[in-house]
Structure formats: C-alpha cells, structure tokens
C-alpha cells in the first residue's frame, strides 16, 4: 500500500487520465441532451423544426421592436421637453422691442440645431438611409446586436405603422419589393395587424402565442409590421450549433453508447480522485506530508489567480461560441481552454489537500498571517506597556501623555491663559529632557572609562530612577567585577612567577651537581664505548634542561616586568654584526648562506645593549634550528623615515602548519608534531624583550617562508 500511495506513476496517469474521463462525460451527457431536445439533428432544417429555435427566432424579432419602441418614446420626451422648454421662454418675453428682437434672432438660430439633434439621437443602432422607392424614412441597422444564436442570420423589415418608418438589416434599392420576396422565402415569418403568417409550425399562430407570454407580451408587435425569414444554409455559419452539430456526429450511429459511457466513465472519475487525494502529498523515501514551493503561497492569492485564469478559459470558450471565429479552430480553442483551465483546477485542488493534510491550511491564509502578526505584535505592545522595567513603556506612556496634554491645551490657545501653559508645558517637558540627558551623559562618561581600562567608576544609584538606576547598578557591579579581575589577575601572576622562581631554583642546585658530574666523567678515561654514549647524552640533555631553565625564568621576570632596563645608545648595525659572526659556525654546519642588505652608515637607537643582544640572539638561534639546510638567509637593515627596519627572512624545513598569532605564544614550535631542540619560548621572550625597550616586533608567515621584522625609533 505504501508503494502505490507513494508511485509518481499512477498520480501521473490520474492527473493524464481525469480530463479525458471528464471530456466523455461532458460530451455523452451534451449528447443525451441534444437527442432528448431535439431528437434527429441532421442539418438546419431539422434543427428549424425545434422548438428552441423557434423561441429564439421569435424573441430575437421582439427584442428588435422593443429596442424601437424605447428609443421612439425617448425621442418623444425629448421633443416634449424642448416644446416645454421653449414655450416657457415665449411667455416669459419681454415687450422690448430690442427683446423681442432677440428672442426672435434666438429662436430662429437655435430651431434648427434643436430639430437636428433630435433626429440624430432617436434610434441608438440605425443611421437613416435615403431610399426613393419608399415614401417614408428608411432606417438601416449599423450595430447589430446578437440576441440569440440565430439573431445574426435573420433578414428582417420593420415598419412603425404610426409615421411609417422602416428599419431594416437588408441593403435594397426597392424595399416594397423586398417585403414580397421576404413573405415569399421557404423559410419566413410575418406579423401583419395581429396576423402571423409563417411556415415554421414552431411559431405559427398558435405556436407564439405560448411562447411569447412565457418571456414576453405579443402586444409588443402592435402597431409594427414585421416581414422576416432566414436561410437555412447561413445557420451552419453559427459557431453554437456547428459545436452540437460535432457532438451529434460524434455518436451518430452509436446512439446507446452515452448510456454507458456515463456511468463507466462517472465510476473512473470518483475513483482516481479518491486516490489523488488519499496519496497527494506523499512521497518516496520520505515521511509525513511534503509541502512544496506552491504551498508556500498565500491561499487566497493562489485562489484568487486560478479562478480568475479559470474564468477568463471559460467566458473565452463561450464568447468564441457567440463569435465569428472560425469554426475550424472553434473545437481546438475549446481544447486549450479546457486542458488550462483543468490544470490550474488541478493544482488548486492539489495543494488545497496538501495544506489540508499537513494542517496547515488555515495557517497558509495572507489573512491569518495578518491577523496574527496584529496579535503578536499588540501583545508586544501591550508587554512593553505594561513591563515597569522597559525603558518603551515609559517612552511611550510620556510621548503619548505630552501629544495628549499639547491637544488639549492647544483647543485652549485662543485664551491668552491657555497659550501661557502650553508654552509653560513645553518649557517644563524640554527642562526634564535636559535633565534626563545629564543622566544619561554621566552613565556614558563611566562606560567610557570602564572601557579606557579605569575601573574605579562608582555611580550614585541615589541620584537615577527608574531605567538607569538599574542600569548604574550593572556598571558599577561591572567596575567592581573588573577590580577584583585585575587583583585576581596581577595576584596569580605574582604567584606563577614566585613559583616559577622558586622552583628554577630548586633544580638549578641539583641540575648543577648533575652538570659537574657529567663533566668529571667526561675527562675519565674510560674504555667502554656504550658509556661514552650515555655520557654524551646526559651531558645534552642537562645542558638542554638548563636552558630551558634560564628561558622559563627569563620569560616570568619580562611578563611581570620584572626586568630593570639599562637604556644607552647603541649602534645596531655593529650589535648584528657580532651576532652574525658568533652564530657563523652553526650556520655554516646546515649550510646555510648569509645575504645582507645593511646601510653604510651606523644605526643608532636607544635599548638596553644585553636584552637586544637577547632579541636577536633568539630569533638567529631560531634560524640555526629550523631554517632548511642549503637555503639562504636574508638580512635587511634599512631607515623608514624615523624609524629602522631589520628584517630576518629565511625558509623553514618542515611545513608551517600554524599562524604567526599561534607561533608568538609560549611553549609554542612552528611544526605541532615534531620534538625538537628548544623551549618554544625563544620568541615570545624575544616580543616581550622587544617591546619593553620601546621596539615592535612582527613575525610574518607565508607558506614556508618565514619573516622576523623588528622595529625601532632612531635616535
């Protein structure tokens, strides 16, 4: 079951499947219908035996002779009252003569405007034609309005018995002689002072009266004649019966098929839309109802779009049936119209269910959305209001007390006592605001020396209300906090480089005694290779220890600054010299070539001589260590303006696989994985040593090249 509510096969060949069954259905139930109403439809001279067209015929006749009569009692009420008009004016003259001129020269100049317009404006759908053949005015239609699916094919002449018009559809140059051909045609019909002579059995004299006094009254035909036939032939030209026509041929000779078609057809259709309904949503390989991105739209819009799309398919496909369009592509618009209409009912549907299944289909309203975005956000409001601690609340109550106040006094303005206090009231409101800022300004003033490192901030609570009493509250726990954070800080720093001494100098008495030994057993002589080799490697490994010894109690005194300067001029130039030449043989053992850069005149700066003998000697013991054997090792000593630049670059021999902020850290080396000579803390004492002598020191790393850049003021 699983499988086939989760197949995309069958809810593709359901979706395929379901217009055609509703296409056979349509047109077996359009079939039964045309059979039971007008029973054997081979051409249009059957269908001018029903009585529908009948019907049709004879109200299409009326609608035209009504449409007469209004416009002939309209032409009426305007004539009256123009009359009406005019004789008001006439007894109202004065005996003047220049009046009376005047009137006269009126009079004249406006009868015939009067008397053109309102031949002009009394029938809306004819224009009046000359015509020698009759003695009466002959009015020709011009908008011919489709009343009925056979109104367009009527030939018709119309005479008003009264003033003896004629209205007419038919372009002739003798229209006496058009009545007799009309009362002559096989297929006419005739109303003649209360007579109807005709040769459609459907709308004889019998026949209309029943018909009319359904729809309307046969006394709108008195005092008119009207002569009319049509040609069966033109009614193969009408869109609507060219489209029953296809259906009647369609099951011609298979008459009892509709009888099946519907129900079987009626059973296919319930059944593939029960299933669409019971697997939309579902899909393979995944649980619970899948929304898609159709879904994600608001409902109403979707609804509104597709049925709007849906009704502009159908009122094409019915205006296209009243048309003049073409009746080879009638039945392929009818198609298109169906299979888009279809699919937008489709997806509606489909995604109707979705969000119904998913429960979410309330939630997918615009509407809900709104409503319930003026929920949240009036509780929002509401919270804000009614939270004493929230700094809106009080905003909002005071903005809206100082609007609420400034109206009501403002409908007192035109008193002088009433202006006084508003300008009073606005003084005083501006005054508070002064007085609210100054608070704000001293709260501003301790964060900012809370944040320039003072922590001595203390801010009297007293003083503040409200919001910012709480807020002096924070700051001055703050300030506190950060107090005891330096003490704690400065008393741990204080403990690890007490210990840090004390127990340096706790192993140097024992480490010195091993050193001492190691050296007694070195000038023995002594036989015993292996011997030797555990000799040489104590003596390494306590000359390393001793070391680190030194660097760790070095790196406790500079972080503490526990280190008494000797500051003097001296010349760089000649300090880099020296270290150069005492680091010589370790260099040239890894085969490593010096390049130097160094200006011709002395570099003088201001440092103490034995700590920036330190830094360098540092950062060229790192070079000795860790530089790759055979490289070169690049040494650039320049002035920048006032300052001096030395720059040490060389590559490294292992991958660099740390950044420069990691590598200044102490216990720190380039390569994590290795174990290496050294303490990892050659270059942090060297930063430290650096910048307590007034230096920067920098360290840049790309890829394998490693760069050293110390820089100093000259003097």
Same mark, same amino acid.
């Given at each position: 079951?699983?499988?086939?509510?989760? #197949?995309?096969?069958?809810?593709?060949?359901?979706?395929?499947?379901?217009?055609i069954?509703?296409?056979?259905?349509?047109?077996?139930?359009?079939?039964?219908?045309?059979?039971?109403?007008?029973?054997?439809?081979?051409?249009?001279?059957?269908?001018?035996?029903?009585?529908?067209?009948?019907?049709?015929?004879?109200?299409?006749?009326?609608?035209?002779?009504?449409?007469?009569?209004k416009?002939?009692?309209?032409?009426?009420?305007?004539?009256?009252?123009?009359?009406?008009?005019?004789?008001?004016?006439?007894?109202?003259?004065?005996? #003047?003569?220049?009046?009376?001129?005047?009137?006269?020269?009126?009079?004249? @100049?406006?009868?015939?405007?009067?008397?053109?317009?309102?031949?002009?404006?009394?029938?809306?759908?004819?224009?009046?034609?000359?015509?020698?053949?009759?003695?009466?005015?002959?009015?020709?239609?011009?908008?011919?309005?489709?009343?009925?699916?056979?109104?367009?094919?009527?030939?018709?002449?119309?005479? %008003?018995?009264?003033?003896?018009?004629?209205f007419?559809?038919?372009?002739?140059?003798?229209?006496?002689?058009?009545?007799?051909?009309?009362?002559?045609?096989?297929?006419?019909?005739?109303?003649?002072?209360?007579?109807?002579?005709?040769?459609?059995?459907?709308?004889?004299?019998?026949?209309?009266?029943?018909?009319?006094?359904?729809?309307?009254?046969?006394?709108?035909?008195?005092?008119?004649?009207?002569?009319?036939?049509?040609?069966?032939?033109?009614?193969?030209?009408?869109?609507?019966?060219?489209?029953?026509?296809?259906?009647?041929?369609?099951?011609?000779?298979?008459?009892?098929?509709?009888?099946?078609?519907?129900?079987?057809?009626?059973?296919?259709?319930?059944?593939?839309?029960?299933?669409?309904?019971?697997?939309?949503?579902?899909?393979?390989?995944?649980?619970?109802i899948?929304?898609?991105s159709?879904?994600?739209?608001?409902?109403?819009?979707?609804?509104?779009v597709?049925?709007?799309?849906?009704?502009?398919?159908?009122?094409?496909?019915?205006?296209?049936?009243?048309?003049?369009?073409?009746?080879?592509?009638?039945?392929?618009?009818?198609?298109?119209?169906?299979?888009?209409?279809?699919?937008?009912?489709?997806?509606?549907v489909?995604?109707?269910?979705?969000?119904? &299944?998913a429960?979410?289909?309330?939630?997918?309203?615009?509407?809900?959305?709104?409503?319930?975005?003026?929920?949240?956000?009036?509780?929002?409001?509401?919270?804000?209001?009614?939270?004493?601690?929230?700094?809106?609340?009080?905003?909002?109550?005071?903005?809206?007390?100082?609007?609420?106040?400034?109206?009501?006094?403002?409908?007192?303005?035109?008193?002088?006592?009433?202006?006084?206090?508003?300008?009073?009231?606005?003084?005083?409101?501006?005054?508070?605001?002064?007085?609210?800022?100054?608070?704000?300004?001293?709260?501003?003033?301790?964060?900012?020396?809370?944040?320039?490192?003072?922590?001595?901030?203390?801010?009297?609570?007293e003083?503040?209300?409200?919001?910012?009493?709480?807020?002096?509250?924070?700051?001055?726990?703050?300030?506190?906090?950060?107090?005891?954070?330096?003490?704690? @800080?400065?008393? #741990?720093?204080?403990?690890?480089?007490?210990?840090?001494?004390?127990?340096?100098?706790?192993? &140097?008495?024992?480490?010195?005694?091993?050193?001492?030994?190691?050296?007694?057993?070195?000038?023995?002589?002594?036989?015993?290779?292996?011997?030797?080799?555990?000799?040489?490697?104590?003596?390494?490994k306590?000359?390393?220890?001793?070391?680190?010894?030194?660097?760790?109690?070095?790196?406790?005194?500079?972080?503490?600054?526990?280190?008494?300067?000797?500051?003097?001029?001296?010349?760089?130039?000649?300090?880099?010299?020296q270290?150069?030449?005492?680091?010589?043989?370790?260099?040239?053992?890894k085969?490593? &070539?010096i390049?130097?850069?160094?200006?011709?005149?002395?570099?003088?700066?201001?440092?103490?001589?034995?700590?920036?003998?330190?830094?360098?000697?540092?950062?060229?013991?790192?070079?000795?260590?860790?530089?790759?054997?055979?490289?070169?090792?690049?040494?650039n000593?320049?002035?920048?303006?006032?300052?001096?630049?030395?720059?040490?670059?060389?590559?490294?021999?292992?991958?660099?696989?740390?950044?420069?902020?990691?590598?200044?850290?102490?216990?720190?080396?380039? %390569?994590?994985?290795?174990?290496?000579?050294? @303490?990892?803390?050659?270059?942090?004492?060297?930063?430290?040593?650096?910048?307590?002598?007034?230096?920067?020191?920098?360290?840049d790393?790309?890829?394998?090249?490693f760069?050293?850049?110390?820089?100093?003021?000259?003097?």
């Open positions: 079951m699983k499988n086939i509510k989760e #197949s995309i096969l069958l809810k593709f060949l359901c979706y395929v499947f379901i217009p069954m509703i296409f056979i259905l349509a047109i077996s139930i359009v079939d039964v219908s045309i059979t039971s109403q007008y029973g054997q439809m081979d051409g249009p001279e059957e269908y001018i035996e029903t009585e529908e067209f009948g019907r049709e015929y004879l109200i299409s006749l009326i609608y035209k002779v009504e449409d007469i009569s416009d002939k009692k309209k032409s009426k009420v305007i004539e009256e009252n123009t009359l009406r008009e005019e004789t008001s004016e006439t007894s109202g003259i004065s005996e #003047s003569p220049e009046t009376s001129e005047t009137s006269d020269t009126s009079e004249t @100049s406006e009868a015939p405007e009067t008397s053109q317009t309102l031949n002009e404006n009394i029938y809306d759908n004819y224009n009046e034609i000359e015509d020698e053949s009759y003695e009466y005015p002959v009015y020709y239609e011009v908008s011919n309005y489709t009343y009925s699916r056979v109104s367009t094919f009527i030939n018709y002449i119309i005479i %008003d018995k009264e003033n003896g018009n004629m007419t559809n038919i372009k002739s140059n003798n229209y006496p002689e058009e009545i007799n051909k009309l009362k002559a045609e096989k297929t006419n019909w005739s109303y003649q002072d209360g007579n109807i002579t005709t040769n459609i059995n459907t709308i004889n004299q019998e026949s209309a009266k029943y018909i009319t006094d359904s729809y309307y009254s046969v006394e709108n035909f008195e005092g008119y004649e009207v002569y009319s036939n049509i040609d069966p032939s033109s009614l193969t030209y009408s869109n609507s019966l060219y489209v029953q026509q296809v259906v009647y041929d369609l099951f011609k000779g298979h008459e009892n098929l509709p009888a099946y078609l519907i129900p079987l057809s009626s059973i296919l259709i319930i059944v593939m839309v029960v299933y669409l309904i019971w697997a939309t949503g579902h899909e393979k390989g995944k649980d619970g899948q929304l898609n159709i879904d994600k739209i608001s409902y109403e819009i979707i609804s509104i597709i049925m709007t799309i849906i009704g502009m398919m159908m009122s094409f496909a019915v205006a296209s049936v009243e048309s003049q369009i073409p009746q080879k592509i009638l039945v392929s618009v009818f198609l298109i119209c169906y299979l888009i209409g279809y699919a937008c009912l489709a997806l509606w489909s995604t109707t269910i979705r969000r119904l &299944k429960k979410q289909f309330i939630r997918s309203f615009l509407t809900y959305k709104v409503c319930r975005w003026i929920v949240v956000t009036t509780k929002k409001i509401f919270r804000k209001v009614t939270d004493k601690q929230n700094t809106n609340r009080k905003i909002t109550i005071i903005y809206w007390g100082f609007v609420g106040i400034s109206v009501i006094l403002a409908c007192t303005i035109w008193s002088g006592i009433g202006f006084l206090i508003l300008i009073a009231f606005w003084g005083w409101v501006y005054y508070k605001l002064v007085q609210y800022n100054k608070k704000i300004q001293k709260i501003n003033e301790a964060l900012k020396n809370i944040y320039n490192g003072n922590p001595n901030v203390k801010l009297n609570e003083e503040l209300e409200g919001t910012l009493k709480i807020m002096a509250k924070y700051i001055n726990d703050i300030a506190g906090g950060f107090t005891n954070a330096i003490e704690q @800080s400065l008393k #741990s720093e204080r403990l690890k480089t007490e210990l840090i001494t004390n127990v340096s100098h706790d192993i &140097k008495t024992p480490l010195t005694s091993i050193i001492n030994y190691v050296d007694l057993l070195k000038k023995q002589e002594i036989n015993n290779a292996q011997i030797e080799q555990y000799i040489a490697v104590l003596d390494k306590s000359q390393r220890l001793k070391k680190l010894i030194e660097d760790l109690v070095e790196a406790s005194k500079v972080s503490s600054g526990n280190v008494k300067l000797n500051i003097e001029i001296i010349n760089l130039k000649e300090l880099l010299n270290t150069i030449g005492e680091f010589e043989d370790k260099l040239e053992k085969n490593l &070539k390049e130097m850069d160094l200006p011709n005149e002395n570099v003088l700066i201001k440092a103490d001589n034995r700590y920036l003998y330190r830094v360098i000697e540092n950062v060229f013991s790192n070079v000795s260590k860790y530089a790759l054997e055979g490289s070169r090792v690049y040494i000593l320049h002035k920048d303006g006032n300052d001096v630049n030395l720059e040490i670059k060389n590559i490294s021999k292992d991958k660099l696989n740390i950044s420069a902020e990691e590598l200044m850290q102490r216990f720190v080396r380039g %390569d994590k994985s290795r174990y290496t000579e050294g @303490s990892g803390l050659g270059l942090s004492i060297a930063e430290s040593l650096t910048e307590l002598q007034g230096g920067k020191f920098k360290i790393i790309d890829g394998d090249l760069k050293v850049e110390l820089k100093w003021k000259l003097i």
